[in-house]
């Protein structure tokens, strides 16, 4: 059975950083996509960052963009989102994800088959 662990949240200050991680278990992961994304509170849930398991390929969302990096370890049983300059509109639950979206639905939350169960990101003003 595949499981995901999300860990890493926090509360934080503008302008500190972050390094989410999400454990991965029960499956092989090698032809896969993981992702990371995120809900405020009130809100749907949106897209941060994805990383092909294999090939290297990393996308993000343009209110991350140049402050995020994934990465994974090389066992593909581990991936991390780090986020520097945190600001207070990336307070929300940040989830890990699962999937084998097509590049042109990598944001899409429908593309992915397993969830973590969520880490929380607070940043105070």
């Known amino acids: 059975q595949v499981q995901l662990v999300d860990a890493g949240g926090g509360f934080v200050q503008t302008g500190g950083s972050l390094k989410l991680s999400c454990s991965a278990s029960?499956?092989?992961?090698?032809?896969?996509?993981t992702a990371w994304f995120r809900q405020a509170s009130g809100k749907e849930r949106e897209f941060v960052a994805a990383k092909r398991w294999s090939g290297g390929n990393t996308w993000y969302s343009n209110s991350v963009k140049g402050r995020c990096s994934i990465s994974r370890d090389k066992g593909y049983s581990e991936v991390y989102l780090q986020i520097d300059n945190l600001i207070p509109e990336d307070s929300a639950v940040y989830y890990c994800?699962?999937?084998?979206?097509?590049?042109?639905?990598?944001?899409?939350?429908?593309?992915?088959?397993?969830w973590g169960q969520g880490t929380q990101v607070t940043v105070s003003s």
């Open positions: 994800a699962v999937g084998r979206p097509i590049q042109s639905s990598v944001a899409s939350t429908e593309a992915y088959y397993y």
């Open positions: 029960g499956g092989t992961f090698t032809s896969y996509t």
